[in-house]
């Protein structure tokens, strides 16, 4: 569904992705993760058309979208949730949600989507009519998600989701993230947190200092003295 190949992207002489090849199959959960700096986010952006790539290219569902604007790809079917989660705080919940939907004119269909995605996150419809900036930094990850949903992506980009959030929380975005990809949503996560990241993810890819540095079955991860001698190697090295 996504094939990155040598893909380089520099914010002025700053290297941050140095060649990154990189795969992501229909229905997959795919991790990135790697230490602070690693160019994770820079990935995502990239991905979504937000910063420009230098070279290489990024296809999805076969076509070449390198270089497209991020408002024309979430059309085609692709929604980043940033880190930080970049919702409106002084709009209501309800009101960040039909945000996603923008793009969309089959408003029967939206208000089916604000449902699911109510039923996915009840704590949402708890919160239908207040303010963004009320909710918890978790409902608000929620509300991101949501929000993202709600441009009916294949493939969803998500950086950080389980960033500053209590264990409980991450769990439970974690599982409506495996609900959706038994909905047919394929994603893409970006993650600090390496056992969150290799419990959820099908597959892992190792990013250090704008390269991959491994990448394999996450259950192969767990316990293998070469992954953990590439990843603590990254981050020691990154400290
Ligand atoms: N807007 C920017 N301008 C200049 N340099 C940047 C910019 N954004 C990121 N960088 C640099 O690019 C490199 C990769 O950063 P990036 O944010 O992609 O890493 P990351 O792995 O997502 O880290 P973090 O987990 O801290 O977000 C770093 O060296 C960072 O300082």
New binding site residues.
């Given amino acids: 569904m996504l094939k990155i190949r040598d893909l380089h992207v520099s ?2 002489n ?1 290297a ?1 992705l140095r060649g990154i090849s990189l795969d992501v199959g229909k229905s997959e959960i795919v991790a990135v993760i ?1 230490p ?7 990935l995502l952006l990239a991905i979504a058309g937000v910063v420009r790539a230098r070279a290489g290219s990024v296809e999805f569902d076969g076509r070449a979208i390198t270089g497209q604007q991020p408002e024309a790809l979430v059309t085609t079917g692709l929604s980043l949730v940033p ?1 930080g989660r970049h919702i409106f705080g002084s709009l209501s919940v309800a009101e960040n949600l039909r945000l996603g939907a923008t793009v969309r004119r089959d408003r029967q269909e939206v208000a089916r989507d604000i449902d699911r995605v109510l039923a996915m996150f009840p704590i949402l419809r708890e919160r239908y009519r207040q303010r963004a900036n009320k909710l918890s930094g978790g409902e608000q990850q929620m509300l991101a998600i949501g929000r993202a949903m709600l441009a009916r992506p294949r493939l969803l980009l998500l950086d ?1 989701p389980s960033l500053g959030l209590a264990p409980l929380i991450v769990a439970q975005i974690y599982e409506a993230v495996r609900a959706l990809r038994d909905q047919g949503v394929t994603a893409l996560i ?1 993650e ?1 947190n390496v056992g969150r990241a290799l419990s959820a993810a099908d597959r892992t890819y190792v990013l250090s200092s704008g390269v991959i540095a491994m990448s394999g079955k996450s259950a192969e991860f767990a316990g293998n003295a070469a992954f953990d001698a590439a990843y603590f190697g990254v981050a020691e090295a990154a400290r």
């Fill in positions: 914010y002025g700053i941050a790697g602070n700096g690693a160019g994770k986010s820079t880190e950080e970006v600090q």
